[in-house]
Nanobody, 127 residues
């Protein structure tokens, strides 16, 4: 069992930047966790944003954020990051990090792939 805790959300103007963090804790020693960021806007379904494999050498992005967002991880801090640049009002959502114990090294792009979720952090982009 692992726990995920996001932070870094807030209110920002369009064109601005934010960096989200997600700390992974619990029974993670020697476990291979692939991780991802998802978001859910008002009245919308949860959607994929970005994913990273266990050793951090492969990433995937939704088309809507590619070139603006960067996912990364620091194993020494057990932390996942999402650097968000050139934010748009349509990026407004609750952002969730997720972790999957991965037997195969890879990235996972759908919510159903993940076993563990944080509680989310609100990102609001004003126009």
């Amino acid at each position: 069992q692992v726990q995920l805790k996001e932070s870094g959300g807030g209110l920002v103007q369009a064109g601005g930047s934010l960096r989200l963090s997600c700390v992974l804790s619990g029974r993670t020693f020697s476990s291979n966790y692939a991780m991802g960021w998802f978001r859910q806007g008002p009245g919308k379904e949860r959607e994929f944003v970005a994913a990273i494999n266990w050793n951090g050498d492969r990433t995937d992005y939704a088309d809507s954020v590619r070139g603006r967002f960067t996912i990364s991880r620091d194993h020494t801090k057990s932390t996942l990051y999402l650097q968000m640049e050139m934010l748009k009002p349509e990026d407004t959502a609750v952002y969730y990090c997720a972790a999957k114990l991965a037997l195969i090294i890879g990235t996972y792009l759908v919510p159903e792939d993940y076993d563990n979720w944080g509680q989310g952090t609100q990102v609001t982009v004003s126009s």
